[in-house]
């Protein structure tokens, strides 16, 4: 069964706006999904709608994996890195990553130790307890991702989550992604406007163009070069 499922998906802003036009795509356990387009192509959209922060004008958007509230509504498993790590400056490392496990009341030992299992994951538990503030940007977005994973979410959603980077750091990050990736077999999808990045990372890319927002390609694409 796919993770998420969406089926012929549209969306229509009030002002008349087709943001996204007829999508269909089922998301599997373990893809690397890149979204790939011009700005305005409906990329934010698709995320909005998988992350069940918006409903589709049309069409249906379905996770057959997930558990549901008591109304009967579904409860997507999912988590977001955008490209601004929005930590809170106030607060230490291992509090940023901490928190939304306490706004999901686990226990003080279990969150303990899935906060340093994160921070283990991305190579900072060593920063535990340094401040945002004493991190360089590339840390900081590692940070970010290892606040995503806490939760331990079916899947990853990043939007454009490099693009802020210098091109060496970004270089470094897609790099630690893509041995994370490979070595947890995460469900990501990510959103680019880099065919660098599409091509170098992901095992499917999702090609899409604007006015209106529609897929125009959907391919698999299998580790093109070789990874070391
Ligand atoms: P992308 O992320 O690829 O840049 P978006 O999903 O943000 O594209 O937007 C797709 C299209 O929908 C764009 O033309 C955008 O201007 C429009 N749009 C996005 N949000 C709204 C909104 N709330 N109201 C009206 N139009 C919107
Ligand atoms: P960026 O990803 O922004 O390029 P780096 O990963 O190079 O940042 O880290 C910046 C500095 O922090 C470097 O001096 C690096 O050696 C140090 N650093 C980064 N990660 C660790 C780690 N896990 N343990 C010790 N030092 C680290």
Redesign the pocket.
Known sequence: RPLVSLSGVS?V???G????QNMTMDIRQGEFIS?L????????????IIAGLGDPSSGTIDWPTSGHDASGKALPEISFVFQEPTLMPWATVFKNVWLPLRLKGISKQEAHDRVMEALEMVGLAKFADAYPRELSGGMKMRVSIARALVTRPKILLM?EPFAALDEITRFKLNNDLLHLWEKFGWTVVF?THSVFESVYLSNRIVV?A????RVVNDMRVDAPYPRE
């Not at 706006?17 to 996204?20: G, M, P």
């Not at 387009?37 to 909005?48: A, H």
């Open positions: 969306k802003f009030s002002n706006t087709t943001a996204l979204l387009g011009p700005s305005g192509c409906g990329k934010s959209t698709v995320l909005r939007d959103v899409m604007a006015r209106p927002g």
